[in-house]
């Protein structure tokens, strides 16, 4: 488990701090530009709906409930507090779910397993890409230093 995160983690690092080509498995070499443009197609095609076009969720999403007694969605631009979160979290959190942390999770974060992790990884370096530096920079000194 540890292998895995000290290998995402350094898989984050490396894309966030150039611009040379990734290689990344089943995915053609791609400058960093490219990957977190697949990852704005893949966030505009699952995401949107819910995190809105800027990321910037739902109005009220700290007390409001949607019809259904649901928490809304949060912003994700780095104004809400998915940078308070490991990148194996933001991970998990789009692949399962919020399921995966909590087993009574009754929400509409139900997850994204039609994704492959690749898909997943570049949505997360979209919204990381977004986010502003002073943010990017408390991130990567609490995760990817």
Not at 74 to 88: K, L, Q, V
């Amino acid at each position: 488990m540890l292998k895995n995160i000290t290998s995402i983690l350094l898989f984050l690092f490396f894309i966030s701090c150039t611009n040379e080509p990734v290689t990344i498995s089943g995915i053609e070499s791609k400058s960093l530009e490219e990957y977190i443009l697949n990852g704005e197609k893949i966030y505009t095609a699952n995401c949107i709906e819910c995190h809105k076009s800027n990321l910037e969720g739902a109005d009220n999403w700290k007390s409001g409930k949607d019809v259904d007694g649901h928490r809304l969605p949060p912003p994700i631009n780095g104004t809400g507090h998915a940078w308070h979160h490991s990148p194996e979290q933001l991970f998990n959190t789009i692949k399962y779910g919020l399921v995966y942390f909590d087993l009574k999770y009754e929400g509409k974060m139900n997850g994204f397993e039609k994704l492959s992790d690749d898909e997943i990884w570049m949505v997360i370096e979209f919204i990381y890409s977004k986010w502003p530096q002073d943010i990017k920079n408390i991130y990567n000194e609490n995760f990817l230093e």
